[in-house]
């Protein structure tokens, strides 16, 4: 290499910035995306892709349609593709956010388990359910991985799409050299209930932005062991506050009705804290899926927790492109049905865009290999932690270790990751199994039964599970769900 | 120091040792001990002590009357104390075995757990039961460590006494520079068994000191990854083994009628070797409450597997000193109501003994703190791997690591044992309880029936709790089972 | 601790922030301390103290004068104190930064050893002068934790003395939850050069500011391994620089002649980078005392290599108060006798003051404990990367390992660092010994020769070895530099 | 696999044990061997293969002429074979011991860096000597381990080869799976030392068997931290004797005179006993080579010190297979010119293949890959501690670990084998270097002479680095000693 073909404006313009948008046809975010690119300091081109080329395309559409709206600042141009490495091909970052149809997947994920007695309050990241979402996710990130390196082997690759921990750690696994990072916005909601601890308690004019804390784990099971809000501690705040009898709720499924599942009433999280001395960090629905006990005694137990559990008939009504709101919306504002007012949406996403094309330093939470930012957990799993996001650069914070029970809890489920990831190298579904089988929910089942749930989800949902060799599963083969020959 | 005062004869003198043997008045091991040290090689003194000094007296008066024989070739003297400073002044080798009345502990520590459908198997070493009797016991035994550090601070200290991981690590945190081994006979039982192979299916005539394994792990929850018979590798047989119907037989409780607890069916062992890969090393019955999800079903489950539940009543009847079978041999041999001969009991104790007085090398499972003999395991902890006796020196062997789902399964037990050793350093309840909360068997219960659970065992075993601090217990204080005003 | 107890105005108060600043009379840095405080956007007081009574207090007065400025935006108010403790009282700042009379220390460090054929460029950080000059300095810092323990816990502690790495450790090593920060220009000095280069090579429009590096190592001995300018990625043009006559040019004596021995010929640097595929961070003079063979051959090879090595008369004369230049421009401005100007000096000082009263995040620089941040160096040892700096909190960035070759060398260094420190909680003379024979410059002695050297030095500077025991010292006692009866 | 295919008689049958011997064509120790295999009680086949196939064909005639004998009890075949793949074909044992002619390499490894002043006593198995006996012999024993895995995968390979650390972490490295053990016999003579102070300080009737020692580091840098015999702990007798006259020694020239260069006069031994309160464990003249310190001064410095230098012309004189002592002996006992008399070596060679056929336990020091028997030192470098044999089975002894300044002299070496190690994957020339410029011998060299000392040695020796890629190396290419177009 020779000075003079060294590029002297900087790898990442963001007068021409390229974005390439994997999957997310029907999701809420990308009109939220679109709408905060319009308003942004960042101009360039997007390009769409996804298995539903149809919603590509609509947002496409949207997306120019948003362009030509008179408050809008910067300057994109959309467009769809039906080829992904295509929309890949020298982007500077990659959003990946893709879902299988949940009426065929999720609804399984959630339903088989708990004929089994395994109660799971999301199965989305963890669990049965979750282990299976990532056995079905995980081969096809690894070709996402593969194009990445073929095509824009130095974007920024945002991927959103759960489980975060094991589709994350699939990316690097395939392609070490990836620049991922694994987004999630549990902390943020950590955050902003920090800040509306100071505003009450103290007095204080506080937003999330204001509230800081040394955040780590794994994501859905981050914990925060530092707190400050401009300046303040809040850590002492905590102790008085969980003693009060708002931290000391019992809920009844009566209590629940026609609450959200994603009300959040932070009993779990206060259980918790009580219990270990350290604060976790995401919802109360997400934790328990980690912090298992919550789950023991079904419903009951869930709800006096005051959480409800998300079920299979809302995941599979919520998806349907067809009929989901932010859809029509976005058809309604087009053709005039709804009025449209550009606003930004208060996206990470942007902070971290635009830290990466200069406007930094930015801290924030994401997920990463561990390289030594949690000291006591294992290298090159998938770890979140805070992270300083600067030109071109983002480096995870060095966030300490944890107190041992805690520490043992987490450790248990990278065991359970790691193992299935081990097992996608080659498609063993049997060792897949061993991951499946040392579980917190799963253990919890006799060992045939653990057996039996895994080939009933296998059986379910083997139109999704391309990458794992059935054929030579001993677990299957002695199974009863199962039918071989 | 001067040559002159270096003894040249050696620390152990076989012509003159002593022996002090704390605990043990009841047990059948006793007796055993008495007739194997008369045909021994060594010669000395017993100083026997027990809070029982009945027994302690009867077993020295059986001591005496058993070195009187014609067939005794050894010299020992035995002598009761009824103090212990003094069994343990100058001694060489120190023995304990003790154990609290069963009745008010055993029995609670079997029944209360029951209650709460945590059906553990012995509920001796691991789990509520097995935790609370470490609770029970490591106080007194962190005091006959610092007796050891003032009276015999070289001495070879041989702990029988369960929960052995526990109560031999609790000897290390109390004094770092004892020489103490956790000594169990479940390994052996696996040697006996994978000799009784060799014979049955490759007409060796191989018995338990033939055959030689790589062992480690955690004491009943061992593992062995390599098994040779007198030079041959019996490895490639298990997997034969474990396909076999032999390995795959279904139990229900009419099957096991009128079985003894202590039978050994050996399908537990199987179902793990073929789900991990590894064979595990210890009695189903223990190996069921480190591998939990054969607890999961209660009795059904447990006796499916061929494995029968160690009832509290079983534990309370077979104690009791009067009563016991072999207190009355001992008596009906001395009054010569009962035909006495003098033989060997084929104890490894003997073969430890002999190796560390120069009659070595001896190889032989022991439970040692770990310095590198299980490389991916905790330092410091207590494992169970081989280790080479020789004289007055004992090291274990490098045994190497886990696959990574084993291995998770045994630091999860290692975060429980070492959560509570770290509490009792200061009597801190509510950190032990952070162990407990975390124990594989406690896990299964929703949290406030873990915190209930943990208070209906300290109020029923709170006579034997001298060492932890009851007072300034949050969890006691915010449970219903516990009165505090 | 109650809500109502909690103060919401946060710990740190920009407006009456408390500086205590202890030492550092006579340099040039306090009257730039000084006038950066009148132009910052922070007000309060600065308490002064020295042991040299007089210097402290014609700061005190000059930072008075200041402040009467018109130029000066900031109130502050300036005291100077003959007690620690006061100083010290209360403090959110605490800048620690003193020396020993070189003519009685510094002088013997150099020459000392170069009696010996040890040819220190600096002598001031490791090598036989810089651990000397650590053992001088490790057991008053002790006292200085200990009376920020007492006085102000919570308070900011900037360490700037020189051994930068020890004496940041002994901080830590006396007061672990001490917020003590070791500050050092390199780095700062190796992002201007690499600016000027994207100036040169480029056509950059960069200053130090616009080049972010993944910096890690320990102080003096930090390396690079990623360098960005305004994104722009700068390190495939090392390759080309390193390849050219500049990066390869041969010194001698006369080249050097009247040359400030702070000049920096980055020779050294460009070496190391060619043989080791990675850049050093700190100036070649200090760098040539980690990789010793710079110092073999002496003068000569030192000179070839660009680096004049800093004379003992260099310092001693450098040092004395009276003479020096900034006291002469201190007394100077004060009477008229000389235009002043109120200007700022750019000090990152004033950056991370900023960031640390809300002004951040700011990403710079620091040695503090390793834990995890160099993921392949020991944890506690004091290492420098990144971190980033936000309100009243510091946290250093994981910033990765090192190829082995590098890490090597560094390990060495570290091994020495905490031997001593090590040896210095009882005042172990031989101990400290110990790392003094495995430094890398010491053990190109044979073994008497560093026995004599290590007694000569003690002789030397005795009456600054308070904290150490040499009456016990087996060294001593066997060398013939030092006289014992 | 079924059982019918298990094989019952064990994997190594002591009567038909079949033994290659690689190399050792020239040596002593072959016609040792011959004659304690001859009276062991094991029987079989060795096949010897040499690159001077006339000294294999002499020692296979000779091993013949040896069982014909009367006193032969063991019945033993002897074929020399000039195809390595024939001699290694179904192995049990195979045993390595090669060299390249001294005249053209180990003469390089001495007279070159002395000309640079590196004074190595032996030059065998580190600094600059050792480092390219090392690079030659490394790619020939890549060979040799491929080989082994092609034609006898289970056989227990002894390596006797030096640099023993290089070459057996080299048969590891290219096959992971073998069964290889570095044999060396300084710690045996380290217990023979210690038996004569058992026997000369205490009067003991002492011999090495009775000595047992708890060793560990890399070979030739081993260090003994336990030492016991029959019983007795030797280990205070050791400071009464580092402080005697007979332990502060000081020789000159003319004290050696005569002298061979294998006596050992412990004077290093001694002074790093004193400096590091722990014992090494290899002949001074080893010591030397790895505490670099002994160098520094030259002839002086090492004569001071008791040790004498072994001269190349030594090496050279001492190798021609044709005037070699021992090949004339076999000739003359042969023709009936000498009195042959049929006695044992007391070789632990015999000992230990005595074990691995069922006479064990047995334990003694080897060379090993660790996996946690050293628990400081880094895993899979290779490690010398005791093992324990057993039937067709070696396990390492945990040694644990060392105290600091100890721990990091063995570290830096490693880091230098291990670099080399990597280098040889690839031939990388200039990798290669980097461990050689981190050598603690070459560190004393200035940095250009460095590199010319490199490249001197790789033109002296070139026809022997076959597997290195000389072509594309910097270092060479910017040295001036090696001639580059």
Redesign the interface.
Known sequence: ???DS???????DSDDLSIAYIGGGSRQWAPALIRDLALADISGDVRLYDVNVESAERNARFGNWVQRQEEAVAEWHYEATDAIDEALDGADVVILSTQFDPAETFVHDLDIPKEYGIYGAVAATIGPGGIFRAMRTIPLYREFAAAVREHCPDAWVFNYTNPVTFVTRALYDEYPGINALGLCHEVLGTRDRLARY?RE????DASREDV?V?VKGINHFTWVD?V?C????LW??L??LADREEARRTFTAEDLDGESVFTDNWQVTW?LY???GILPAAGDRHLVEYA???L??GKE?LNR?GVKRTGSDYRAKHWTPAESEQTTDVEAWMNGEREFTLESSNETFMDILAAL??DG???TNVNLPN?????DLQ?DAVVET?A?V????V???????FP??V???I??HI??Q??VI?ASRTGDLDHA???F??D?QV?????E??RELFAELVLAEEQYLDGWNLDES?ILRESEAYPTE
């Open positions: 290499m020779t000075v060294l590029d002297s404006s900087g790898r990442i100071a308690e103290l007095g204080m800081s040394n530092e400050q401009d300046g303040v501690d002492p705040l102790a008085d259980e009580r219990t270990f298992t006990s919550f023991r005694g137990t927790w094309t200069g330093p930015f801290v390289e030594g930012q949690v000291d290298r805070n300083v600067r030109e071109d650069d480096q995870p914070v060095a966030a300490g270790g041992r029970p520490r043992s809890m450790r248990g065991d359970t790691e193992t081990e199994f061993r991951g089988r040392i917190q253990r919890t089942l006799p060992p039964a653990s001993r």
